[in-house]
């Protein structure tokens, strides 16, 4: 093989190769805004799965110490197998308050077990680790006259 076909054979690969990095470009710009769309939809759904954990929290927390049978905080416990489906010490917390929840004489065993799903709801929502049931049972409760 001379110069000459060498110098040719590394011109043809060349082109080959500038060609191939064009379509690649071509095809990464055509399918860049598919993909952000993707990830902005994926950012999305984890904001609001992140709101609706946040809630849950919320709700229980504002109702603890006072009336946990009242709607809101029966509704945010019905949604803690949906919401929290996917974290096992949120369920462990959830099915052991279920275990209270029937008989009187459970009050004090269900109303722990109701603090102990607020600390696992909380660590998972990456609040402190030191976050215990004893520092959730304390709360501004007014007297009534």
Request: aromatic share 8%.
């Amino acid at each position: 093989m001379g110069m000459i076909e060498l110098a040719t054979v590394v011109q043809a690969v060349s082109s080959v190769l500038a060609f191939i990095a064009a379509l690649i470009a071509v095809l990464v710009t055509y399918k860049a805004p598919a993909q952000a769309a993707n990830l902005q939809r994926e950012h999305d759904a984890e904001l609001e799965r992140r709101r609706e954990r946040y809630q849950i929290l919320k709700t229980l927390m504002e109702y603890r110490g006072v009336d946990i049978s009242a709607p809101e905080p029966v509704a945010a416990l019905n949604m803690i197998v949906i919401v929290f489906q996917d974290e096992r010490n949120v369920l462990d917390a959830w099915h052991e308050f279920l275990c209270y929840t029937n008989g009187a004489d459970n009050h004090t065993n269900r109303s722990n077990a109701y603090m102990g799903i607020i600390v696992a709801m909380a660590k998972s929502l990456g609040y402190s680790d030191q976050l215990t049931v004893a520092a959730i049972d304390r709360g501004y409760y007014p007297r009534t006259t």
